[in-house]
C-alpha cells in the first residue's frame, strides 16, 4: 500500500497546479489583448480598471465595457523512451470581463468603477487511459476577481488609483488511483473545492505630453484558500477504507504583478505601446493539502514547486484609419516560471510565445465594437514530474478569438 500512497499524495496536491503559470490568463482587455498584452501606460477604455485604475479618470465619461473570450488550448505529450503519444481533449473555456467606470463628472479629478473579470482559469482532459493518469485525468477551474476602484487627478499629468479585488474561483479534479478492481479498472479519486481571496490593485498613469504616456501598475498577490473541499473516491471494496471520501483544506498562492509601460503617439494615426511584467512567481515554492480523515494510503502532502519570478516582454501598436475604424497588432514572449524538473501535465507550461492583432469599429458615436484573436505557442519542452516519474515532451498551441463592446455614456 506503500506506492499507492506516494502517487495519491503527489497527485492530489499537484492538480491544484492548475491555478498557477500555464493557467494564467492575460485577457482582460479587448485592445490590451490585441496588442500583445500591453496597457499599463494608455488607458484606452474602461478596462484600464484592470490594467492600470490610475488611468480611469483619463477617460471621456462613464463607460460600460463588456468582452468574451473563447479558450481551447491543445497539449501534446510524447513519452521519454516509449514514445508513447497524448494530446488533450478539446473543451472551451470562457473568460470574460465587465467594466463600468470613467470619471464622476466632466472635469472631475475623481473617477470611480467596478471591474469584474477572470485573470486565472482553463480546462484540461487528457482522458482516463493515458499513461500519465495517475497523476492527472482532467481539470476544471473558474475564478472571478471583482475589484471596486477609486482614481484620483493629481494633477494634468499625474493620476493614480487603486482598486480592493476579492477573488472566488471553483476546481475540479479527477485523477485515477493505481488500484485495481476485479476487471482490471483503476480506481479514480474527484477533487472538488471552492477558493476565495482578497488583495489589491494600484496605479500610476502619466501624461507626459500630448504624445507620450507612461504607467506603472501593481497588483498584489491573492492567497487562494480552499476550506472543506470534498475529495470522493471510486475504488474496489477492498480498498474502500484506505480511501474514505473525506474533506480537505489547502491554500493556493497567486502571484503579484508589477507591470511598467510607455505609449508613444507616432502620428494622429499610429500609436505604439509596451510593457514589462515582472511576475512575482517565487511565491509557489510547496502547496499543502491537510485531508480531514488520515489512512496509509491518503496522507496530508507537500509537494514542492520551487517557481522562480519571471519577465515577461508585451509591446503593439494601434492605426487609426478614421473615426470609425482601427486596426491593432501585438506580440509578447512569456518565460515560464516552472522548473523542469516538477512539471505537471495539469499545469504544463513553456516559454511562450504569442501573436495578436485586432480591430475596433465605431458604427455610431460613443460606441466601440471589438474582434480580436490571440494565437500562442511553445517549442517543444523535455520535461519530467519526478515524484510520479513521468518524463516526456510537451507543446501547446492555442488560437484565441475574442469579442468585446463599449459604450461611452
Known amino acids: 500500500?506503500?506506492?499507492?500512497?506516494?502517487?495519491?499524495?503527489?497527485?492530489?496536491?499537484?492538480?491544484?497546479?492548475?491555478?498557477?503559470?500555464?493557467?494564467?490568463?492575460?485577457?482582460?482587455?479587448?485592445?490590451?489583448?490585441?496588442?500583445?498584452?500591453?496597457?499599463?501606460?494608455?488607458?484606452?477604455?474602461?478596462?484600464?480598471?484592470?490594467?492600470?485604475?490610475?488611468?480611469?479618470?483619463?477617460?471621456?465619461?462613464?463607460?460600460?465595457y463588456a468582452n468574451i473570450y473563447a479558450v481551447s488550448p491543445k497539449i501534446k505529450f510524447v513519452e521519454n523512451g516509449t514514445g508513447t503519444t497524448a494530446e488533450t481533449i478539446n473543451k472551451t473555456?470562457?473568460?470574460?470581463?465587465?467594466?463600468?467606470?470613467?470619471?464622476?463628472?466632466?472635469?472631475?479629478?475623481?473617477?470611480?468603477?467596478?471591474?469584474?473579470?477572470?485573470?486565472?482559469?482553463?480546462s484540461a482532459n487528457w482522458g482516463d487511459n493515458w499513461t500519465g493518469r495517475y497523476v492527472s485525468q482532467s481539470i476544471a477551474l473558474q475564478s472571478v476577481f471583482v475589484q471596486p476602484t477609486l482614481s484620483y487627478k493629481i494633477s494634468e499629468a499625474i493620476s493614480v488609483g487603486a482598486g480592493f479585488v476579492y477573488g472566488f474561483g471553483s476546481v475540479e479534479i479527477t485523477k485515477a488511483i493505481p488500484v485495481q478492481d476485479a476487471n482490471g479498472k483503476d480506481g479514480q479519486a474527484t477533487l472538488e473545492g471552492n477558493a476565495?481571496?482578497?488583495g489589491f490593485n494600484v496605479g500610476v498613469q502619466i501624461k507626459a505630453n500630448e504624445n507620450m504616456q507612461l504607467g506603472i501598475s501593481y497588483r498584489s498577490g491573492v492567497n487562494m484558500k480552499v476550506n472543506k473541499g470534498n475529495a470522493k473516491f471510486d475504488v474496489a471494496a477492498a480498498a474502500a477504507s484506505n480511501f474514505p471520501d473525506t474533506r480537505f483544506d489547502t491554500e493556493l498562492p497567486l502571484p503579484s504583478i508589477l507591470t511598467i509601460g510607455a505609449g508613444f503617439k507616432v502620428n494622429e494615426h499610429l500609436t505604439i505601446q509596451g510593457d514589462v511584467v515582472l511576475a512575482g512567481w517565487e511565491v509557489y515554492d510547496s502547496l499543502k493539502f491537510d485531508f480531514e480523515a488520515n489512512t496509509p494510503a491518503l496522507q496530508d502532502t507537500r509537494e514542492p514547486r520551487?517557481?522562480?519570478?519571471?519577465?515577461?516582454?508585451?509591446?503593439?501598436?494601434?492605426?487609426?484609419?478614421?473615426?470609425?475604424?482601427?486596426?491593432?497588432?501585438?506580440?509578447?514572449?512569456?518565460?515560464?516560471?516552472?522548473?523542469?524538473?516538477?512539471?505537471?501535465?495539469?499545469?504544463?507550461?513553456?516559454?511562450?510565445?504569442?501573436?495578436?492583432?485586432?480591430?475596433t469599429v465605431n458604427p455610431i458615436e460613443r460606441l466601440s465594437i471589438m474582434a480580436v484573436?490571440?494565437?500562442?505557442?511553445?517549442?517543444?519542452?523535455?520535461?519530467?514530474?519526478?515524484?510520479a516519474n513521468l518524463a516526456g515532451t510537451y507543446q501547446i498551441k492555442s488560437f484565441v478569438p475574442a469579442f468585446g463592446i463599449a459604450y461611452t455614456f
Open 93 to 122: 473555456s470562457t473568460p470574460f470581463a465587465l467594466y463600468v467606470g470613467g470619471p464622476i463628472k466632466a472635469e472631475s479629478k475623481w473617477g470611480i468603477g467596478l471591474g469584474i473579470y477572470t485573470p486565472f482559469g482553463s
Open 373 to 387: 484573436f490571440n494565437y500562442t505557442t511553445t517549442a517543444g519542452r523535455a520535461v519530467s514530474y519526478e515524484p
Open 1 to 64: 500500500m506503500k506506492k499507492v500512497s506516494l502517487f495519491t499524495g503527489a497527485a492530489l496536491s499537484l492538480s491544484s497546479l492548475a491555478f498557477a503559470g500555464s493557467f494564467q490568463l492575460n485577457l482582460q482587455g479587448m485592445r490590451q489583448t490585441a496588442m500583445g498584452g500591453s496597457g499599463v501606460a494608455w488607458p484606452w477604455d474602461a478596462s484600464t480598471i484592470f490594467y492600470n485604475p490610475g488611468g480611469l479618470t483619463r477617460l471621456e465619461g462613464i463607460q460600460a
Open 306 to 359: 520551487i517557481y522562480q519570478n519571471t519577465f515577461a516582454l508585451r509591446v503593439g501598436g494601434h492605426y487609426k484609419f478614421n473615426e470609425h475604424f482601427a486596426a491593432m497588432i501585438g506580440g509578447a514572449f512569456d518565460p515560464t516560471p516552472s522548473k523542469k524538473n516538477y512539471l505537471s501535465p495539469d499545469a504544463v507550461d513553456a516559454n511562450r510565445y504569442s501573436l495578436s492583432g485586432g480591430i
Open 196 to 198: 476565495n481571496g482578497v
